[in-house]
């Protein structure tokens, strides 16, 4: 099955700098790769997702990077804000070719922005 | 409804009991979830229904936990004989999956086994 890894565990910048979350999958046949944000206490909620008939995608200040070769993809948030402080989760899915849309998430980032 | 709702909330139960955990997905989502998050870590899944298919029951961790999906909506995780180390944040999720598959979560059942 799918086995999904992200790095680094916990991150910590100051507000206004960038961070980089990265994710790396196994399986080939993966085409759907969604990013969640969870703040302390909440449900996770989708910030951005990316498939792979695309090698980037942006949303304001929030951007995603996929390299298929590589089997992996990242977050890359700008200007950071102290509302960005949160867990980061990335996930894999073969969306909806083969194999239904199990998600597979990896085991999450802890977003620290200090002012 | 206007979200994936699930019930109870929280649940404190005693070691050896049986919990029932329900999930209400959005209504149309052929594909529901459910995953158990432990403090401060991260999303394990647990099992996935889609539409009609057999379910992928390939995270649940032993035979003591089961789940079922009634009419293709409302769906129950069934923990047999709770033991201490159940107790976790149980979350249900359920996308849509002609389309997209974005997965909706909702805001958990906090079971914990004493």
């Known amino acids: 099955g799918e086995n999904v890894e992200q790095h680094p565990s916990t991150l910590s910048v100051q507000e206004g700098d960038s961070a980089v979350i990265k994710c790396t999958y196994s399986?080939?046949?993966?085409?759907?790769f969604p990013w969640y944000k969870q703040e302390l206490g909440k449900r996770p909620q989708l910030i951005i997702d990316?498939?792979?008939?695309?090698g980037e995608k942006k949303d304001q200040r929030i951007a995603v990077t996929l390299n298929k070769t590589a089997k992996h993809f990242s977050l890359h948030i700008t200007e950071t804000q102290p509302e960005d402080s949160a867990v980061y989760f990335c996930?894999?899915?073969?969306?909806?070719?083969?194999?239904?849309?199990?998600?597979?998430f990896g085991t999450g980032t802890q977003l620290k922005v200090e002012l | 409804g206007a979200g994936v709702s699930q019930s109870p909330s929280n649940k404190v139960t005693e070691k050896g009991k049986d919990v029932e955990l329900r999930c209400d997905p959005i209504?149309?989502?052929?594909?529901l979830y459910w995953y158990r998050q432990s403090l401060g870590q991260g999303l394990e899944f647990l099992i996935y229904?889609?539409?009609?298919?057999?379910?992928?029951k390939s995270g649940l961790p032993s035979d003591r936990f089961s789940a079922e999906r009634t009419g293709g909506s409302v769906s129950t995780l069934t923990i047999q004989r709770t033991q201490q180390e159940d107790s976790a944040v149980y979350l249900c999720?359920?996308?849509?999956?002609?389309?997209?598959?974005?997965?909706?979560f909702g805001q958990g059942t906090r079971l914990t086994v004493v």
């Open positions: 999720a359920s996308s849509l999956a002609a389309g997209t598959t974005e997965a909706f």
């Open positions: 399986d080939s046949a993966s085409n759907y």
């Open positions: 990316i498939r792979s008939n695309v």
């Open positions: 996930a894999a899915s073969r969306g909806l070719t083969g194999g239904g849309n199990k998600l597979t």
């Open positions: 209504s149309g989502h052929t594909a």
């Open positions: 229904f889609q539409g009609n298919s057999a379910p992928d």
